[in-house]
């Protein structure tokens, strides 16, 4: 009897230590002290014993089951906490874990910030949107605007000729002309577009880009309203610390005419290589429209008058954000277009 109590002792202890489950916990417990449980077995024969070693015998197996007992709920409190403990741990957030970024995020092209910035500055002081076509008559790209047919002016751009009358404007400026004929001043506008030169492409140049005017038609309007209009822009653009000045140049459909530039953006004025040491950059042409564009266009030129500004886009993006090559801004690379 006493050997088979230890027996089932040691078992039971044995299995306990290498149970892994609550369940197992729970099987053991059955198979021991259940209803046919091996120690259940043996209390249930103690009955055959004779009284004294019934008294005995029955002590010991008391004393084993109920060491038992405690075994197996110690056991399964272990096994419980443990289980608990690595589901916690599995379940368990980092909430100091970057965010995942689930749909990349789209931006607006560097073009397209600096044109919105350079409209929005000019609508602010009243200038509204006009448009023209991209296919223009070689008599808006050039003869209402003072280049007549044999004006050395049209070397100046190498023009993409669709027939002997009809070009892909080299500049908005024709749009200077149909405004002109299409509204009554006073007006003053903003005139986007592509235009096109025969170029072939470059760090600097390409056959296609982006151009705006700005043309205000009014009564008196002088040089102190364009260069006061241009440096509220080209704060706008490129902040309140760079400074504009108008260089005297020459176009035919202004006079007089104009080159802008600003304070260089890289060394602030004091000469770099960018600016090849002058402290400024060049940025577009300007001026104070040609009397001969009015007249052509049906406007007397005693009463009425007019300021222009023309700028590549790309230009000012490069200049703005130091890019040095247009060819970037016009082939869409999502990594370059990323840094934007
Ligand atoms: N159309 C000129 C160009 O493409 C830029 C320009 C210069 C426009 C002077 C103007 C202006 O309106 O007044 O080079």
């Not at 078992?11 to 729970?26: G, H, K, P, S």
């Not at 560097?110 to 949107?129: E, H, K, N, S």
């Not at 448009?131 to 044999?150: A, I, Y």
Request: aromatic share 8%; hydrophobic share 35%.
């Amino acid at each position: 009897m006493n050997k088979e109590l230890e027996r089932i002792k040691l078992n039971a202890m044995a299995a306990v230590r290498e149970a892994l489950t609550e369940a197992d916990i729970d099987r053991i417990s059955v198979s021991v002290l259940g209803r046919s449980g091996s120690l259940t077995e043996i209390l249930r024969g103690m009955s055959r014993l004779d009284k004294d070693e019934r008294a005995k015998a029955g002590q010991q197996a008391n004393e084993v089951k109920k060491e038992l007992e405690t075994a197996l709920t110690e056991r399964k409190k272990e096994l419980s906490d443990a289980f608990l403990r690595q589901r916690l741990k599995n379940e368990s957030i980092d909430v100091t874990e970057p965010g995942r970024r689930l749909l990349p995020r789209g931006r607006l092209h560097p073009m397209t910030q600096v044109y919105r910035q350079i409209r929005d500055a000019l609508i602010g002081m009243g200038f509204t949107m006009f448009n023209g076509p991209e296919v223009e008559l070689d008599d808006f790209n050039f003869t209402k605007l003072n280049v007549p047919p044999d004006h050395p002016a049209r070397d100046m751009q190498d023009t993409f000729y669709v027939s002997d009358s009809v070009v892909l404007r080299t500049h908005t400026s024709p749009c200077e002309a149909r405004a002109l004929l299409e509204l009554s001043p006073p007006f003053r506008l903003v005139i986007p577009g592509r235009v096109f030169r025969v170029d072939e492409v470059d760090a600097t140049h390409s056959p296609v880009f982006m151009q705006m005017e700005g043309f205000a038609v009014d009564r008196n309007i002088t040089l102190a309203n364009l260069k006061g209009t241009i440096d509220v822009f080209v704060k706008a653009v490129f902040g309140k610390g760079v400074k504009s000045r108008l260089r005297p140049s020459y176009f035919p459909f202004t006079e007089p005419s104009g080159e802008v530039d600003i304070s260089c953006t890289i060394c602030g004025g004091s000469g770099c290589g960018v600016c090849k040491g002058t402290g400024w950059i060049e940025i577009m042409g300007c001026g104070i429209t040609n009397p001969h564009e009015l007249e052509n266009c049906g406007y007397d030129p005693k009463e009425w008058s007019a300021l222009a500004f023309g700028l590549g886009v790309d230009r000012i993006a490069g200049l703005k954000y130091g890019i040095p090559d247009v060819r970037l801004l016009y082939e869409n690379d999502a990594r370059f277009l990323e840094q934007f």
